[in-house]
């Protein structure tokens, strides 16, 4: 970090991941300071095109000057039109453009600039997940697994790739490292889509596969007014088997990577199974309140995480 604006930037960027990123955040706390915040640069990143496609507005070049912070959600998202969006996310598209070529269009994107330089970041792979969250301007619902994990690539198995560079030590990852991730990704995600499937209701999503709830006999309007039943219960199980599945392959990355940058998947995978268990455990009660862990035991896995990686 040569230049007081970079710094800057990296602080920024790890403003927003500590405000945002949740499970993300102590992670990442794992990592050493330099492959740290430059995993905060990739989230940062990554939420703010999040934020835009779903109804934040991106912060223009001459804005971005005057504040480092990120931006706050519109108060009313349906005022936000699908075109706006769009032209909000090509903007992303145009700073990653000039990322990858060594140019920030907003101070933040220093940050990216630099971690792109120093760790060989896949700027395909950032392309990716902005395709990712560009989906969800499009599609509510997806009728075969297959559709739902190409979905869930772009939204989280890219940016674990987009990372993996960075917890390898600039060190370009092997194709079983990038499938390991894949999969540590994909488990991530199916648990996102168990633990929020009352909250996508609210917004009329569905993500979980449209054959899974005809195979399982599922009553499309009963779900929808979030009643309980006993085929919903048996296809949460299912998809529940599958994420699980997923976290496995998932956690056979950690061996391939170096010994600084093992605790982070783990941390990753073990959070997320923890809340998958959580799931399972209230037999599958998704209607119910948020299921979430408590900061105290993040902590206390942080505080483990590298003993536990060796």
């Known amino acids: 970090m040569a230049s007081k604006a970079l ?57 971005a000057w005057q504040n480092l912070e990120a931006v706050q959600p519109f108060a009313n998202e349906e005022k936000i039109g699908t075109n706006e969006k769009r032209q909000g996310i090509e903007r992303f598209r145009e700073r990653l453009a000039a990322a990858a070529d060594g140019c920030a269009l907003v101070p933040r994107d220093l940050a990216l600039v630099d971690a792109i330089e120093q760790f060989g970041v896949s700027p395909q ?58 999969d540590l990704g994909l488990g991530m995600q199916l648990v996102n889509i168990l633990r929020d499937v009352s909250e996508d209701l609210d917004r009329d999503r569905v993500y979980l596969p449209q054959e899974d709830l005809v195979r ?14 006993e085929p919903l219960r048996l296809l949460l199980a299912f998809e529940a088997s599958r994420a699980a599945e997923y976290l496995d392959r998932g956690r056979q990355l950690l061996p391939y990577l170096p010994r600084r940058g093992r605790a982070c998947p783990w941390l990753l995978a073990e959070i997320y199974g923890r809340v998958l268990r959580r799931i399972i455990d209230s037999d599958y009660d998704v209607f119910g309140p948020r299921v979430s862990l408590p900061a105290a035991e993040k902590l206390w896995l942080l505080a483990t995480a590298r003993w536990r990686t060796g």
């Open 7 to 63: 710094a800057d930037a990296y602080v920024a960027c790890a403003c927003i991941t500590r405000r945002e990123a949740r499970n993300f955040y102590y992670a990442f706390a794992s990592l050493p300071r330099r492959q740290r915040f430059a995993v905060y640069a990739l989230y940062a990143f990554c939420r703010e095109a999040d934020d835009v496609a779903d109804g934040a507005p991106s912060m223009g070049a001459s804005s």
């Open 125 to 182: 792979d950032l392309a990716d997940v902005i395709s990712g969250v560009e989906m969800d301007l499009v599609r509510t619902r997806y009728q075969t697994f297959d559709e739902l994990q190409d979905y869930c690539y772009h939204v989280a198995s890219a940016v674990g790739l987009a990372t993996l560079p960075i917890l390898n030590g600039g060190v370009p990852p092997t194709d079983e490292m990038r499938e390991h991730t894949v």
């Open 216 to 229: 399982c006999n599922v009553d499309q309007a009963a779900f929808v007014r979030k009643c309980m039943t």
